[in-house]
T-cell receptor
Framework: DAKTTQPPSMDCAEGRAANLPCNHSTISGNEYVYWYRQIHSQGPQYIIH???NNETNEMASLIITEDRKSSTLILPHATLRDTAVYYCIVSDSWGKLQFGAGTQVVVTP | DAGVTQSPTHLIKTRGQQVTLRCSPKSGHDTVSWYQQALGQGPQFIFQ???????QRGNFPDRFSGHQFPNYSSELNVNALLLGDSALYLC?????????????FGPGTRLTVL
């Protein structure tokens, strides 16, 4: 079973920030938080990951709480192309990725 | 630089048959993982191959087997197909030098079992 809990769906207006929450209360000390997304009919795509510090790259920002039991993925300016299923995953640096059901994000004009 | 490629794109089989799916990893990658994604669900880990050996396996029966070749490409074999094996089969690869678990996924093979 996946080690994370995410809301099943959320809507976001184009141009606004999308904030995707994730709970991972059983995360181990050596596990990272990863975010992937899957656009319809494609394979999943890596977005970002973090251990305990906040992270930012060209796609998104990741905010991890101090106790590491939850995190938030932020898409700063959502576009229609960001419509996808977003998966929050906890994993070590080598092993399998355990996907849950993810959050279906729909960006509307 | 080609990414992860998979063949065939689509496949239709009948119950009891056997199937072989193929995957070529991204250039420079030596580790290949296979995932099964049923309709409306997240991908489920089947197994991972590194240095031509299965190094990690998910909760799948022995009907699912694999192989990795010296050029790092990989095959997934499924015997005695069941209707429940109908799914999108995804292959993912990663580089050995990466310090984190970024896996690159192919477009998948859609298997339909009738």
């Amino acid at each position: 079973d996946a080690k994370t809990t995410q809301p099943p769906s959320m809507d976001c207006a184009e141009g606004r920030a999308a904030n995707l929450p994730c709970n991972h209360s059983t995360i181990s000390g050596n596990e990272y938080v990863y975010w992937y997304r899957q656009i319809h009919s494609q394979g999943p795509q890596y977005i970002i990951h973090g251990l305990k510090n906040n992270e930012t790259n060209e796609m998104a920002s990741l905010i991890i709480t101090e106790d590491r039991k939850s995190s938030t993925l932020i898409l700063p300016h959502a576009t229609l192309r960001d419509t996808a299923v977003y998966y929050c995953i906890v994993s070590d640096s080598w092993g399998k990725l355990q996907f849950g059901a993810g959050t279906q994000v729909v960006v509307t004009p | 630089d080609a990414g992860v490629t998979q063949s065939p794109t689509h496949l239709i089989k009948t119950r009891g048959q056997q199937v072989t799916l193929r995957c070529s990893p991204k250039s420079g990658h030596d580790t290949v993982s296979w995932y099964q994604q049923a309709l409306g669900q997240g991908p489920q880990f089947i197994f991972q191959y590194y240095e031509e050996e299965e190094r990690q396996r998910g909760n799948f029966p022995d009907r699912f087997s694999g192989h990795q070749f010296p050029n790092y490409s990989s095959e997934l074999n499924v015997n005695a197909l069941l209707l429940g094996d109908s799914a999108l089969y995804l292959c993912a690869s990663r580089t050995p030098s990466a310090s984190y678990n970024e896996q690159f996924f192919g477009p998948g093979t859609r298997l339909t079992v009738l």
